[in-house]
């Protein structure tokens, strides 16, 4: 069976690998030059990226508030994540009890339920930092 490992543990690894730490990280900067090491550095990066930003979904849903949205622009990023789109998302956002403000949002969503211009849609965020936004499926 084949063991778990916290992907942050292995973005690490690889990030100690490409930064010569080591003598696996010493071989292989030596073998790797410096052109794909700048790729690999990019290819971490945006990983953590993405860690960081599952991290920040999962507390927000976990602990946002929630509230309707309208869906004013919705356009493809280009980017996916397990097969599925990442858009960007323009919203209305209307929380009980409180003045409506607009939202830009980035969020990978299901390739068979992808909003449209005009879908209402619930949402949850921190009503302390309103950017911190994620869409309750």
């Given at each position: ?29 030596l073998f ?97 930092n309103a950017?911190?936004m994620a869409?309750?499926?």
């Amino acid at each position: 069976m084949t063991q778990y490992r916290d992907p942050r543990a292995n973005l690490q690894q690889a990030q100690n690998l490409v930064q010569g730490k080591g003598f696996m990280g010493w071989l292989t900067r030596l073998f790797m030059g410096k052109s794909a090491a700048n790729q690999m550095n990019a290819g971490i990066e945006q990983a953590q990226a993405h860690l960081n930003q599952a991290d920040m979904q999962q507390r927000i849903l976990a602990t946002g508030v929630p509230a309707r949205a309208t869906v004013r622009h919705i356009q493809d990023t280009g980017t996916l994540i397990n097969f599925n789109p990442v858009v960007d998302l323009m919203l209305d956002v209307y929380p009980e009890g409180q003045q409506p403000f607009q939202m830009q949002l980035r969020t990978a969503v299901s390739k068979i339920a992808i909003p449209r211009v005009g879908d209402v849609i619930t949402v949850k965020y921190n009503p302390h930092n309103a950017y911190e936004m994620a869409i309750v499926q």
